[in-house]
T-cell receptor
Framework: RKEVEQDPGPFNVPEGATVAFNCTYSNSASQSFFWYRQDCRKEPKLLMSVYSSGNEDGRFTAQLNRASQYISLLIRDSKLSDSATYLCVVNMENYGQNFVFGPGTRLSVLP | GAVVSQHPSRVICKSGTSVKIECRSLDFQATTMFWYRQFPKQSLMLMATSNEGSKATYEQGVEKDKFLINHASLTLSTLTVTSAHPEDSSFYIC????????????FGSGTQLSVL
């Protein structure tokens, strides 16, 4: 089983749609969690950290369920500019493993 | 936010040559730098972790004699791909953390290496 798994995608949605991405991680000792977005042949950029209480940043909402080892990202009112690959990242630094990136989920928002 | 500069952005070289990629933290001291490789339509794969002043820690399956990493200062790490072959063609990205910025990773803009 891979350490970090994500919805395989791609997701093709119309502008204005709401889309949710799922991510699961295998190591229960994982300590911190992030969502990054990556445009083609560009570096990943931090979208948001993920906290146990859940957090929201504008149209983006992230949730963490430690018991189920599950992370989600919800994008509301999607824009064309949201088209990118979304990477789930898990940090297990205290256990000898640094940031582990999921395979990513590709999103295409269509006009 | 913190800035990490990576050069060159693109390099094309002949098989057998060596290529050096630089990663600099411009406005903070990077105690740790990471080097990744990414093949098309795949995720980032961590190659090695380097801490300033010490030897890099390589991930399983990454040849340390082929991918030389030097982290000589708190603002500079280099990756040298020695005797490059076509199968080394990939997108290489560095990231850095430190300077009191917590767990956040700051990425360089990546280097597209093409070995002919």
């Amino acid at each position: 089983r891979k350490e970090v798994e994500q919805d395989p995608g791609p997701f093709n949605v119309p502008e204005g749609a709401t889309v949710a991405f799922n991510c699961t991680y295998s190591n229960s000792a994982s300590q911190s969690f992030f969502w990054y977005r990556q445009d083609c042949r560009k570096e990943p950029k931090l979208l948001m950290s993920v906290y146990s209480s859940g957090n929201e940043d504008g149209r983006f909402t992230a949730q963490l369920n430690r018991a189920s080892q599950y992370i989600s990202l919800l994008i509301r009112d999607s824009k064309l500019s949201d088209s990118a690959t979304y990477l789930c990242v898990v940090n297990m630094e205290n256990y000898g493993q640094n940031f582990v990136f999921g395979p990513g989920t590709r999103l295409s928002v269509l006009p | 936010g913190a800035v990490v500069s990576q050069h060159p952005s693109r390099v094309i070289c002949k098989s057998g040559t060596s290529v050096k990629i630089e990663c600099r933290s411009l406005d903070f001291q990077a105690t740790t730098m990471f080097w990744y490789r990414q093949f098309p339509k795949q995720s980032l794969m961590l190659m090695a972790t380097s801490n300033e002043g010490s030897k890099a820690t390589y991930e399983q399956g990454v040849e340390k004699d082929k991918f030389l990493i030097n982290h000589a200062s708190l603002t500079l790490s280099t990756l040298t791909v020695t005797s490059a072959h076509p199968e080394d063609s990939s997108f290489y990205i560095c990231s850095a953390r430190g300077g009191g910025l917590g767990e956040k990773l700051f990425f360089g803009s990546g280097t597209q290496l093409s070995v002919l």
